[in-house]
Each structure stands twice: as structure tokens, then as C-alpha cells.
């Protein structure tokens, strides 16, 4: 059940996780009836042996049906209370909006991202921490994944990421906008009027591709 004060971001978390829990006992309930085929596989014994649910049981109901049902049971199980612990840890989800950051079952909020190819780099300044979406691009509405913290990157160095459409600079862990660029040989200088500073992107020409580089002072 929700909190009473929960957020409609956090419900809409919530909600996932109790579907996640209704899976579990789904599919509990059925383990449990692979099992009685195991222990009986003569048959089944009820009053209402011509309902047609129960002679539909009756007719698959065997030792190798049992085995089957064990099997499949087990197997989503196992990867349904797996996926729960993903979500009650650290884990993140793609949504209309954008996305959600979880840990602890606690929302993570006010960061920026950018992608490195399929990926998505989210900046956490405040912690300095580098989070990795993995496969972001290519990652289904409502579809809850393990989240990664990205040790080559992080909230003090300046990078950037281009395509042919242009260049993205992000420093100390935030976008840095309001850029005037030249080319130096093969290298972009980046200007920031507003940070009085300069960055050099090095062989730009050969970065078109949305990956993120390192850029240095210049």
C-alpha cells in the first residue's frame, strides 16, 4: 500500500514494486501446484471433477507436467525476487518525463545527464558521483534496470560529448551553456564568458560520435 504522503513519482515506484510482489506469490501459487503433481501424479480428486478448469488439470496433470511447472516456476521466480532487490537498492527506470533514480527506494532528483552513445551519464555534484544508465536508447518505458556508479568520470574535470548537430561541455558536473568555440589545428576551444574560463576539446573532428572525452583547461 502507499504512503498516505507519497508523491505520485514515488507511487508510481511503489506500484511497480507491489506488482513485483503479486508476481512473487502468482508464481508461488504456482510452484505449489507443480509440486503437488510431483507428489501425486495420479491425478487430481475433486467433487467438481466436470468444471471445466478442473478436467482441463485433469488431463495434463502428470510427473513430467509437475517437472515442467517447477521448472518455469522457479526460474521467473528466482529472477522476479532478483528484480526486486535491483529496485529496492539502486536502480533506475525510464519514463515519459525522462527518468527515475532510486536508492534506498529514495529518489535521486536535480541532476544532469547526458548520453555516451546508447548510455545515459547522469552528474550528482553534491555526492560526486557519475551515475551509468546502460543502454538507455534502446531501454522500454516502465522497465526497472540495476543502476552503476562510473568511476572514469566525475563532478570536478571538464567533459564533453558531439555529434555533426554540435557539441555538449559539461563541468563539474553541469552543463555549461552560453559557449563560443574556434578551431586550434584540430582542436575546439571552447569559450565560457560567464566562468572566465577556456576548454579545449581535443581532435574534435574525429569525436562526432556522442561519446564522452575529457576536456582540459586551455
Avoid at 517437472?67 to 515519459?96: E, G, Q, Y
Avoid at 527518468?99 to 545515459?120: A, N, P, T
Avoid at 560526486?128 to 522500454?140: Q, S
Avoid at 543502476?147 to 554540435?166: H, L, M, P, Q, Y
Wanted: aromatic share 14%; charged share 25%; net charge positive.
Amino acid at each position: 500500500m502507499a504512503r498516505k504522503n507519497s508523491t505520485p513519482k514515488e507511487k508510481f515506484f511503489e506500484d511497480a514494486l507491489i506488482q513485483k510482489y503479486v508476481s512473487t506469490m502468482s508464481l508461488t501459487a504456482f510452484l505449489g501446484i507443480g509440486i503437488w503433481m510431483l507428489i501425486d501424479p495420479s491425478g487430481m480428486k475433486h467433487a467438481s471433477i466436470e468444471k471445466s478448469t478442473v478436467y482441463l488439470m485433469k488431463e495434463i496433470w502428470s510427473f513430467g507436467t509437475g517437472v515442467a511447472i517447477c521448472a518455469i516456476a522457479i526460474f521467473f521466480l528466482i529472477k522476479t525476487i532478483l528484480k526486486i532487490r535491483t529496485m529496492k537498492t539502486f536502480t533506475w527506470v525510464r519514463a515519459d518525463s525522462g527518468y527515475y533514480l532510486l536508492r534506498d527506494e529514495v529518489r535521486i532528483s536535480g541532476m544532469q545527464s547526458l548520453y555516451d552513445g546508447d548510455d545515459l551519464i547522469s552528474f550528482n555534484p553534491p555526492l560526486n558521483e557519475v551515475y551509468r544508465f546502460p543502454k538507455y536508447a534502446k531501454t522500454k518505458l516502465g522497465k526497472y534496470r540495476k543502476a552503476e556508479i562510473d568511476e572514469r568520470f566525475n563532478c570536478v574535470d571538464a567533459f564533453w560529448t558531439a555529434s555533426k548537430d554540435g557539441f555538449f561541455l559539461y563541468y563539474k558536473g553541469i552543463r555549461v551553456e552560453g559557449l563560443t568555440s574556434e578551431y586550434r589545428g584540430d582542436d575546439l576551444i571552447a569559450t565560457s564568458a560567464a566562468l572566465g574560463k577556456k576548454f579545449r576539446l581535443p581532435n574534435y573532428q574525429s569525436g562526432l560520435d556522442n561519446k564522452i572525452r575529457s576536456a582540459s583547461r586551455y
